[in-house]
């Protein structure tokens, strides 16, 4: 059972934690084929992958960059490298 | 006669103890610490079984659950591992796979026919003629089977706890115990673990009579045992590595899910037979099977043995056979015996006959071994012409070693063949992971003890985050211990590569001649390693075989995949206990204490209906015909909805509060329709979408100030609408914050014409239309308890929403349900809701929608509003979906008093042959007299006039008229009944 | 109340008047209330008779001597978390059974929140009596009773009656 060694909750294993999928950001003008491609298709190739993930005991988010060849955690993304904005 | 040997000095036994047991309908008796199979041969019995296919006589071959020659059966449970297996009183015991008894099993017939039945031959036999086959696959699984399950079993499931540990070390021989030493005085937490009762391994079976190993043995014992950073646990076995050095430890309490930083295996070698002719006869072993026998179990293998031999350790046990009184009659040596050794020396000296290049041919006997046929040997083939006999009971192979390297490939080390000491050797690991011993390659003990302190030294090392390169060849042997080819071919075959499985040498040859010639394909098509040893005796030799026959190294040919567990573990012991939360609301058991049957929502438990003991009688919706009681307390309680007065239990719905400066920005951006115009003391539906347009959840959003909002969602999707939420605080650098306060505030549905009535004296809220109306908020006092109330029309009738603090209400509801007597108030559970919201056309999320389901698909194009709102998620994909909607909801009805077969959810409707569309809701409406559903379908037919036709479970199909939906009070009239009542 | 009692080992039911403050006065509520403000996110402190722990940003969970009145603050959440203590020798082998965490490392005045029996709660190592004090939501209250209820029975196949479980 992976381990995720997180900054201030220290290691846990994967089951405190449900997965949020890859970090994305929606492009907010596209035209209908880019905006079909960006909602159903991923990136499958081995490679580095920014993931959500959700702590659940405690509520808080992390956002990992995953080896997904080795399934390894290569470091913790800062959140607010993932943000963007929205139209109000 | 008794082959028990007097007591040896590092035996398993209890002396004091004397067990009685049946084997096979006989009496037997043995010791506390005897294995059922030492028990039995102690006795004289060596027949402990029938082969697999063939069934021919088996008896002890590793002894070391490298095999399942001695499979046993008892009242209670099938497929008892003779050899590992502790004796306990008044065990009666069957073989298995047999045909009557097991000394005269009727299908050692089979034997026989074995040219009929080659490798694979259940691909290529038996199927002509074909109306045949049929009766040939009955015999088959007959045959084919193994213990007998007895179905009135009873649940045991064993504890499971978890361990943590710095370094867990696998195996606790010589190398094992000192590399835990080494670790341990570094000041690691570690954890020794070994799968046998006790502790010592091959230091004990195989050193017992070298002087210089008594010393090193009782130090390390004791070091281990006494050392405060050491946890030995005997009798575990490591089922397998997961990921992150996660170890499930199997002992006889249950499973210890262990944790470890790093893990050394210290796992050893597993013995590898050689292979001749009748090589299974009862009498053939490996050399450490006898060692076993005779150090734990104190039992004489046989009367006159022959060794054959292709390293030292062979000479030993030949040593080891004279010290038990075994009249030793030859070692005959694969090679030469001038690499031996002392041991070999020793044999010399005491005059015992050596045979040089030489190797056993055949061996002899009926149901026992009577005699060998040793042949001069080339390292390849035998000499038939030059062939001769030796008397002998007992012939012990020590040929070679495979490494027990399961847990390493598990982690994903790699492994490749050293030819020096032609075995596998580890020769790349992943972070964490340690190999030391003989599975590294060190065989003498200076050897095995030197690498298990490196072993020990890296890894701690390595948790200290010091740099060091590993330098993994640093302790390993030059000589070679294993033979190359220890495979001896012979014209009548039955010389067995896998005893488990029956496979002859011919069987892989031929295997590989017919394109088999992978070892993936190989292993499937001949099922070579397929059986319960999954391979540990066998798959090396199949390797080498391979090789062979395809031209091909070694480290070419590979292996196949070991995966967990090593040994077969019980599911009782996996099973475990079970962690399955159960949430209760606060009225839970007043929900009990009033008769409701409770169902699962998620982990919720919830009132299905109620049924209170003291009622009988029929029912007044007397027009839906025959009825089930619980059908009749569902009409009831929705009866009472419309006409009186209904109280029904959501405390399950998710309440999410919702506070900031940004707090409408994040709603906006979240729900389909806008948020942030809310008029204070109002709500709205809130209808969330995922990024394709799915609808995903629904509920109400309530303004309770400027920067605040209170949300509800629908109970199975509570956790994931505020996990939502707070990822779009991140994701948006919103400055909102949220509190679950799902748990924490209890809520109630009061429904039905007079609920005005029932509340107004009740509460310091001013109750009246103009103040309250229609989807209002309010905050204030009901019975002395701050509550919010929302008017909701869920159910159809007027009805207010209670939410409030757990610890008050079941006191409120107490109160409403006395008060609410005069009205005829009924508690009304999830059936009956769904029943009375189907009446109004509402749609249930997950009921009438599904993981394709879009707004425009389930009539809501008012949820959705492209023009006036810049953006929402999911927004774009709305968009394009508005156009090309391919299937809607629609309303349908039966007629009154139809009394044929009722479709169900999930039906399909057929148009012209073709499936279009579903019914997603059905029930029975009394307040319409006619059963009435809705059903997503498919365009065209959806927006034409045609009758629907459906498909019930008899295949017939039945029409249903397409309707307008709400069925009923379209109006909404029920909204403001009963306004003239409240000042 | 007690839960359950075997040999040494007892869990209670204690009642605590528990709030969750969130947002920028959180802070100063705290203060004005003689309440602990523990620096450290997820670290709690005890305090007049309080338990205080940093649960976010601005977010803080007091659990407060029953009867005590809340924290004033706009922001101000009471909670209804069921509460237990669990005390005596053994304790830290029967969270095995229960809790993937290593318990040997909480040391006293340690905050943790965790799943333990598949739920989420929050746990904290008590200083003076060396307790562990354990909140969960209300709804599965009686899920934890039984389900820590059920452990001892598996204890005593593994050690001796007297104690002392390493």
């Known amino acids: 059972m992976k381990v995720f060694d997180c900054p201030v909750i220290g290691p846990r294993p994967i089951s405190e934690f449900d997965y949020g999928g890859e970090v994305r950001r929606p492009p907010m003008e596209a035209d209908a084929p880019s905006w079909a491609a960006y909602v159903f298709n991923r990136q499958g190739a081995p490679g580095l992958l920014r993931e959500w993930w959700y702590h659940r005991p405690t509520g808080r988010w992390y956002v990992m960059e995953r080896d997904t060849l080795k399934d390894e955690v290569v470091r913790f993304i800062d959140l607010e490298e993932v943000r963007y904005d929205i139209p109000a | 006669m008794t082959s028990r040997l007097d007591p040896q000095p590092l035996e398993w036994l209890d002396r004091s103890e004397t067990l009685s047991f049946e084997f096979e309908g006989k009496a037997f008796t043995g010791f506390a610490g005897d294995s059922i199979s030492s028990a039995l041969l102690a006795s004289g019995q060596t027949l402990l079984g029938r082969s697999f296919k063939y069934h021919r006589p088996r008896g002890v071959v590793t002894l070391a659950n490298h095999d399942v020659n001695a499979l046993f059966q008892s009242s209670e449970e099938p497929n008892i591992r003779g050899d590992i297996t502790p004796l306990t009183a008044g065990m009666s015991l069957t073989a298995c796979n047999v045909n009557g008894s097991l000394e005269k099993d009727r299908d050692q017939i089979i034997g026989t026919l074995s040219r009929f039945l080659p490798v694979g031959f259940y691909y290529k036999t038996f199927h002509n003629p074909k109306k045949l086959f049929p009766m040939w696959e009955r015999v088959i699984r007959e045959k084919a089977g193994l213990g007998t399950i007895d179905t009135r079993w009873s649940v045991r499931r064993q504890a499971k706890t978890y361990g943590f540990c710095d370094l867990l070390v696998i195996g606790a021989g010589a190398s094992g115990m000192q590399a835990a030493l080494s670790a341990a005085e570094q000041g690691l937490d570690v954890v020794l673990v070994d799968e046998n009762p006790q502790i010592g391994g091959s230091l004990d079976y195989q050193l017992v009579n070298e002087a210089n190993a008594a010393p090193i043995r009782e130090r390390l014992k004791a070091a281990v045992q006494n050392h405060a950073n050491i946890r030995v646990l005997p009798a575990h076995l490591a089922c397998g590595w997961y990921t992150d050095h996660y170890v499930p430890l199997l002992g006889p309490n249950g499973i210890i899910k262990m944790r470890a930083r790093a893990v050394i295996s210290a796992t050893g070698v597993m013995e590898q037979p050689a292979v001749f002719r009748n090589n299974d006869l009862p009498g053939v072993m490996m050399a450490s099977a006898a060692q076993r026998l005779i150090v734990r179990y104190a039992v004489k293998p046989g009367q006159r043995g022959v060794v054959l031999t292709a390293n030292s350790e062979g000479y030993r046990a030949a040593l080891d056979m004279v010290k038990a009184g075994v009249d030793v009659a030859a070692v005959i040596d694969m090679g030469s015996a001038n690499s031996r050794g002392v041991w070999a020396d020793e044999i010399r000296q005491q005059g015992i006959r050596v045979l040089e290049q030489h190797a056993v041919y055949e061996a002899k006997g009926k149901k026992r071994l009577t005699q060998i046929v040793a042949a001069p040997f080339d390292g390849h083939t035998c000499e038939p012409s030059k062939a001769f006999e030796i008397d002998a009971d007992l012939l012990l192979m020590s040929v070679g070693w495979a490494p027990a390297a399961q847990l390493l490939y598990q982690a994903g080390g790699r492994l490749a063949y050293d030819s020096t000491l032609e075995q596998l050797l580890p020769q790349e690991l992943p972070e964490g992971i340690f190999a030391c011993g003989r599975l590294n390659g060190a065989f003498t003990l200076e050897q095995r003890l030197a690498d298990g302190e490196r072993a020990g030294a890296e890894a701690a090392v390595f948790l200290k985050d010091e740099a060091l390169p590993a330098e993994l060849a640093a302790c390993r042997d030059r000589e070679a211990?294993?033979?190359?080819?220890?495979?001896?071919?012979?014209?009548?075959?039955?010389?067995?590569?896998?005893?488990?499985?029956?496979?002859?040498?011919?069987?892989?040859?031929?295997?590989?001649?017919?394109?088999?010639?992978?070892?993936?394909?190989?292993?499937?098509?001949?099922?070579?390693?397929?059986?319960?040893?999954?391979?540990?005796?066998?798959?090396?030799?199949?390797?080498?075989?391979?090789?062979?026959?395809?031209?091909?190294?070694?480290?070419?040919?590979?292996?196949?995949?070991?995966?967990?567990?090593?040994?077969?573990?019980?599911?009782?012991?996996?099973?475990?206990?079970?962690?399955?939360?159960?949430?209760?609301?606060?009225?839970?058991?007043?929900?009990?204490?009033?008769?409701?049957?409770?169902?699962?929502?998620?982990?919720?438990?919830?009132?299905?209906?109620?049924?209170?003991?003291?009622?009988?009688?029929?029912?007044?919706?007397?027009?839906?015909?025959?009825?089930?009681?619980?059908?009749?307390?569902?009409?009831?309680?929705?009866?009472?909805?419309?006409?009186?007065?209904?109280?029904?239990?959501?405390?399950?719905?998710?309440?999410?509060?919702?506070?900031?400066?940004?707090?409408?920005?994040?709603?906006?951006?979240?729900?389909?329709?806008?948020?942030?115009?809310?008029?204070?003391?109002?709500?709205?539906?809130?209808?969330?979408?995922?990024?394709?347009?799915?609808?995903?959840?629904?509920?109400?959003?309530?303004?309770?100030?400027?920067?605040?909002?209170?949300?509800?969602?629908?109970?199975?999707?509570?956790?994931?609408?505020?996990?939502?939420?707070?990822?779009?605080?991140?994701?948006?650098?919103?400055?909102?914050?949220?509190?679950?306060?799902?748990?924490?505030?209890?809520?109630?549905?009061?429904?039905?014409?007079?609920?005005?009535?029932?509340?107004?004296?009740?509460?310091?809220?001013?109750?009246?239309?103009?103040?309250?109306?229609?989807?209002?908020?309010?905050?204030?006092?009901?019975?002395?308890?701050?509550?919010?109330?929302?008017?909701?029309?869920?159910?159809?009738?007027?009805?207010?929403?209670?939410?409030?603090?757990?610890?008050?209400?079941?006191?409120?509801?107490?109160?409403?349900?006395?008060?609410?007597?005069?009205?005829?108030?009924?508690?009304?559970?999830?059936?009956?809701?769904?029943?009375?919201?189907?009446?109004?056309?509402?749609?249930?999320?997950?009921?009438?929608?599904?993981?394709?389901?879009?707004?425009?698909?389930?009539?809501?194009?008012?949820?959705?509003?492209?023009?006036?709102?810049?953006?929402?998620?999911?927004?774009?994909?709305?968009?394009?979906?508005?156009?090309?909607?391919?299937?809607?909801?629609?309303?349908?009805?039966?007629?009154?008093?139809?009394?044929?077969?009722?479709?169900?959810?999930?039906?399909?409707?057929?148009?012209?042959?073709?499936?279009?569309?579903?019914?997603?809701?059905?029930?029975?409406?009394?307040?319409?007299?006619?059963?009435?559903?809705?059903?997503?379908?498919?365009?065209?037919?959806?927006?034409?006039?045609?009758?629907?036709?459906?498909?019930?479970?008899?295949?017939?199909?039945?029409?249903?008229?397409?309707?307008?939906?709400?069925?009923?009070?379209?109006?909404?009239?029920?909204?403001?009944?009963?306004?003239?009542?409240?000042? | 109340m007690i839960a359950f009692q075997f040999y040494g080992l007892q869990l209670n039911e204690v009642e605590r008047a528990c709030y969750l403050l969130t947002g920028p006065e959180s802070r100063d509520a705290l203060t004005h209330a003689d309440l602990p403000v523990p620096e450290q996110l997820l670290t709690a402190e005890e305090g007049s008779g309080a338990l205080v722990a940093r649960t976010g940003r601005d977010e803080y969970m007091a659990m407060l001597k029953a009867g005590a009145s809340a924290p004033q603050s706009e922001w101000c959440f009471r909670r209804y978390d069921s509460l237990f203590e669990l005390k005596g020798e053994g304790w830290i082998e029967l969270m095995a059974h229960l809790c993937q965490y290593d318990f040997r490392q909480l040391k006293p005045g340690d905050w943790l929140m965790t799943s333990v029996a598949g739920v989420s709660c929050w746990l904290y190592h008590e200083i003076e009596s060396g307790s562990l004090l354990i909140g969960a939501d209300p709804g599965y209250r009686h899920y934890l009773i039984e389900t820590f209820s059920a452990v001892p029975g598996d204890l005593s196949a593994t050690r001796n009656p007297t104690g002392g479980a390493s």
Request: aromatic content about 8%; overall charge negative.
């Open chain 2, 481 to 983: 211990h294993s033979h190359p080819w220890p495979i001896v071919d012979h014209p009548g075959g039955k010389n067995f590569i896998d005893f488990d499985e029956d496979l002859q040498l011919k069987d892989l040859v031929n295997a590989a001649k017919e394109g088999f010639d992978n070892i993936e394909l190989m292993k499937r098509f001949s099922t070579v390693g397929m059986g319960p040893s999954q391979g540990k005796h066998a798959n090396m030799n199949g390797i080498r075989v391979l090789a062979a026959v395809t031209g091909r190294s070694i480290d070419q040919t590979g292996s196949t995949t070991a995966r967990p567990m090593f040994h077969p573990v019980p599911v009782q012991a996996l099973a475990g206990r079970r962690f399955r939360p159960e949430r209760l609301t606060a009225m839970h058991q007043w929900h009990l204490d009033n008769g409701a049957r409770m169902m699962e929502a998620g982990a919720w438990l919830r009132p299905e209906y109620y049924l209170p003991t003291s009622e009988t009688g029929v029912s007044d919706a007397a027009g839906a015909g025959n009825l089930s009681i619980r059908e009749q307390a569902i009409l009831r309680e929705v009866q009472a909805v419309r006409t009186g007065l209904g109280l029904i239990d959501v405390s399950t719905l998710g309440k999410i509060e919702v506070m900031g400066p940004d707090a409408g920005k994040l709603l906006d951006g979240s729900y389909t329709m806008r948020m942030s115009n809310i008029k204070q003391d109002m709500t709205r539906y809130a209808l969330m979408v995922d990024e394709s347009g799915v609808i995903v959840d629904d509920g109400i959003a309530a303004r309770v100030a400027e920067d605040r909002f209170y949300v509800s969602a629908t109970t199975s999707h509570a956790d994931a609408t505020f996990r939502t939420l707070s990822r779009h605080i991140v994701e948006w650098g919103l400055d909102v914050r949220l509190v679950n306060r799902t748990g924490s505030l209890a809520a109630m549905n009061l429904a039905g014409p007079h609920a005005r009535k029932l509340l107004a004296p009740l509460t310091d809220i001013d109750l009246s239309e103009e103040n309250f109306p229609y989807l209002g908020f309010k905050e204030g006092n009901l019975c002395d308890v701050p509550v919010r109330l929302i008017r909701v029309g869920f159910v159809g009738e007027l009805g207010y929403e209670i939410h409030l603090p757990v610890a008050s209400a079941q006191r409120v509801w107490n109160t409403l349900m006395e008060q609410g007597a005069e009205y005829g108030i009924r508690p009304f559970g999830v059936e009956a809701q769904r029943v009375l919201r189907l009446e109004k056309g509402h749609i249930i999320v997950g009921q009438d929608t599904d993981g394709l389901t879009n707004p425009f698909e389930a009539n809501m194009p008012w949820a959705v509003p492209l023009k006036s709102k810049p953006w929402f998620t999911g927004k774009p994909s709305l968009a394009l979906l508005k156009a090309r909607c391919q299937r809607t909801l629609r309303g349908f009805m039966l007629p009154k008093g139809y009394s044929g077969e009722l479709p169900k959810e999930c039906h399909l409707l057929i148009d012209s042959g073709d499936i279009a569309g579903r019914i997603t809701s059905i029930a029975y409406s009394p307040s319409l007299g006619r059963y009435i559903g809705l059903a997503m379908v498919d365009q065209p037919l959806a927006d034409s006039d045609r009758l629907y036709q459906v498909r019930v479970d008899s295949g017939a199909l039945i029409p249903l008229e397409p309707c307008a939906t709400p069925f009923y009070d379209a109006e909404g009239k029920r909204q403001t009944v009963d306004l003239t009542e409240v000042a």
